[in-house]
């Protein structure tokens, strides 16, 4: 494979003079206080090489990037069922939006939006108590890494439970709906925790692995999912990970990805690596700023594309 580590260097040559580029969330006051002039990326390869600038060791808020996961622990559980309670399409909507729940009958339009996410946890609730489930994702995220160290910050937690008056919206409207089984207190407390799942870049890309390498992680050996459905969380990811700036993000990277409010990016080249890119300051539809910068760099420096 070429040179990656230089490919990587140079990518943080170019970028250093912009880091602090765009606005750190402020909705969630917990988020608000991080400092914007950080920048991490790791790319880790299907051959278990890793790669590494910058930041890469500091845990972040991974927020919307845990409903990848959460969408695997879902489809592990109830399989092709989930599409039941939820659709497959982009919203061409902001992630926090409600506008489309009404006339569709409460079934949001894809698991990456907020409602949608709120959806895939009420399913990975079913027959556990909230703790359970929290703890049930901490694990697979823990054991898809390798790395028992991984936390969730419970102050980022609570700041959301004090302050997440949309998401609180959201699922009251999917309740009416009959779309969600349990209260939406419960609900809502286990998609708050699984939003604020802290990890760095490397712990990120390493989680991530096994949709780089046709469902199971090369490093540890563990197989997570089938190769189909490796391919088609891809699909989403490229199709929905990015919300209303899905289709901007598949022209300038190429690759399927999934962004959260707290500045991370975890994106896939199919075969070849994962990689998590982490840089706070968010551009207006809620996507880290500098880390698509980077990502588009790294597609266009190594070639890595889906198309
Ligand atoms: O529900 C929320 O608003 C946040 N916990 C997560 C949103 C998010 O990360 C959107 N990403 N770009």
Redesign the pocket.
């Known amino acids: 494979m070429a040179d990656l580590q230089a490919t990587l260097d140079s990518i943080y040559t170019d970028i250093l003079p912009r880091v602090g580029e765009g606005k750190v969330a402020d909705y969630?006051p917990e988020l608000a206080k991080v400092d914007p002039r950080q920048f991490g990326m790791v790319i880790v390869t299907v051959d278990g090489k890793v790669y590494r600038i910058g930041d890469a060791d500091i845990a972040f808020s991974i927020?919307?990037i845990s409903k990848v996961f959460m969408l695997t622990l879902a489809l592990g559980k109830v399989g092709e069922g989930l599409w039941k309670r939820v659709g497959r399409e982009p919203s061409g909507s902001a992630?926090?939006s409600i506008v489309q729940l009404e006339h569709e009958s409460g079934i949001p339009r894809n698991p990456f939006i907020?409602a949608g996410a709120i959806a895939v946890t009420d399913v990975v609730m079913a027959g556990h108590a909230p703790r359970e489930a929290i703890g049930e994702l901490l694990r697979f995220v823990r054991y898809l890494a390798d790395d028992e160290s991984i936390t969730i910050d419970d102050k980022v937690a609570r700041s959301?439970t004090q302050t997440?008056y949309?998401?609180v919206a959201l699922a009251n409207f999917m309740r009416a709906y009959r779309n969600l089984d349990h209260p939406v207190d419960h609900v809502l407390g286990v998609?708050?925790h699984q939003?604020a799942l802290s990890m760095s870049c490397e712990q990120l890309a390493r989680a991530g692995l096994f949709l780089a390498a046709r469902g199971s992680n090369p490093m540890t050996g563990h197989s997570v999912v089938s190769p189909k459905r490796a391919r088609r969380i891809n699909a989403l990811m490229l199709t929905c990970g990015h919300?209303d700036g899905s289709g901007d993000f598949a022209y300038h990277v190429g690759l399927p990805g999934k962004?959260?409010?707290?500045g991370g990016i975890f994106a896939v080249a199919p075969g070849v690596a994962s990689i998590a890119v982490w840089s706070p300051g968010l551009n207006k539809v809620?996507?880290s700023q500098l880390g698509a910068v980077a990502l588009e760099m790294l597609a266009a420096r190594t070639g890595w594309s889906v198309f």
Not at 259 to 262: F, I, K, L, N, Q
């Open positions: 969630i927020q919307s992630f926090n907020n959301e997440g949309r998401n998609y708050f939003c919300y962004s959260g409010v707290g809620g996507n």
